[in-house]
């Protein structure tokens, strides 16, 4: 067999211009996530210097305040921060265990027919606006939640509550961790199942105990994606949450804030104190992801490893 010299020599060019090619692609989109922190910090950190022009914020006082006043010049976040991660994980505890088994019908329980039909209707819902879901909620669940306000000797705000926000944030991130919980089910190596079988385990055992653990890995990256929704969602939530200017708020039927909806409020400005905090406000959310993520993909690890 006769090797051509030149044409090898012209694969091992093409492979190294694509392999250039592709790490400056990497590097182009790397850098964007880069300057947008480089910018957030930026504008985020300059109140609370010294020579700020428009006058210095304490530290501190921003972290760990329960006020939150911008007509009063008093910015406190702290009962902020305590509402988005209660809301976050209050949606995350009320999706998961839905999404899960929803999933587990549609890869393993469900007719094809059915399960295509249905994983297709998650999909779609994955893809709908988050003003969508944000009319939706503003329409539908404000009204459960001021019947089952009633129900209990409440009243609230309209059905504008910290309860409202919870249902909402869960309907959000269902299709996500149904989706994704749905590949790890099927990423699952059928002989694990057909030896759980063989040994006389139940179909519905060998769901649960081989199929679900043996995917947990795969589910919980879906929680840590549902999460980061609920983290950042904005629009929709700010049309159901209120604008609580204390707190935190542990009443659910009680007006709450979270950190994008006191972002969202500020996009009126252009400049001065008040628009510049909201990039502040941006920093701590960016701080929770991270923290957040860095958690629980700490603690899916752990999971990994023990299946």
């Known amino acids: 067999m006769v090797i051509d010299k030149n044409k090898v020599k012209r694969n091992k060019s093409w492979d190294k211009f694509f392999r250039y090619f592709f790490m400056a692609m990497a590097l182009l989109s790397s850098s964007f996530i880069v300057i947008i922190i480089l910018f957030v910090c930026s504008k985020g950190i300059s109140p609370f210097l010294p020579n700020y022009e428009y006058g210095q914020v304490d530290f501190i006082s921003f972290l760990t305040g329960t006020v939150y006043r911008q007509d009063?010049?008093?910015?406190?976040?702290?009962?902020?921060?305590?509402?988005t991660i209660l809301s976050a994980f209050l949606a995350l505890l009320i999706a998961f265990p839905i999404s899960v088994l929803t999933a587990l019908f549609i890869a393993k329980i469900a007719p094809k027919k059915l399960g295509a039909i249905m994983q297709n209707v998650v999909e779609l819902l994955a893809s709908v606006p988050s003003i969508v879901y944000g009319v939706f909620a503003a329409g539908v669940i404000t009204e459960i939640v001021k019947y089952l306000a009633s129900l209990f000797g409440y009243s609230t705000f309209g059905g504008s509550s910290l309860l409202a926000v919870i249902m909402?944030?869960?309907?959000?991130?269902?299709?996500?961790?149904?989706?994704?919980?749905?590949?790890?089910?099927?990423?699952?190596?059928?002989?694990?199942?057909?030896?759980?079988l063989a040994l006389g385990a139940t179909e519905t055992?060998?769901?649960?105990?081989?199929?679900?653990?043996?995917?947990?890995?795969?589910?919980?990256?879906?929680?840590?994606?549902?999460?980061?929704?609920?983290?950042?969602?904005?629009?929709?939530?700010?049309?159901?949450?209120?604008?609580?200017?204390?707190?935190?708020?542990?009443?659910?039927?009680?007006?709450?804030?979270?950190?994008?909806?006191?972002?969202?409020?500020?996009?009126?400005?252009?400049?001065?104190?008040?628009?510049?905090?909201?990039?502040?406000?941006?920093?701590?959310?960016?701080v929770i992801i991270f923290v957040s993520n860095f958690i629980l993909n700490f603690v899916k690890k752990r999971i990994g490893n023990t299946v």
């Open 168 to 196: 909402l944030l869960a309907i959000m991130i269902f299709p996500t961790l149904t989706s994704l919980s749905i590949t790890a089910i099927r990423s699952v190596d059928p002989s694990l199942e057909h030896a759980s």
């Open 72 to 83: 009063q010049g008093i910015y406190g976040v702290g009962f902020i921060v305590i509402n």
């Open 205 to 286: 055992q060998t769901n649960f105990k081989v199929v679900l653990t043996t995917a947990k890995s795969g589910i919980f990256a879906g929680a840590i994606l549902g999460l980061g929704r609920a983290y950042g969602e904005a629009t929709a939530v700010a049309m159901v949450a209120g604008n609580k200017l204390f707190g935190p708020t542990f009443n659910p039927f009680d007006i709450t804030r979270t950190l994008t909806s006191t972002m969202l409020a500020g996009l009126k400005e252009t400049t001065g104190l008040d628009y510049d905090i909201r990039f502040s406000v941006g920093l701590v959310l960016i």
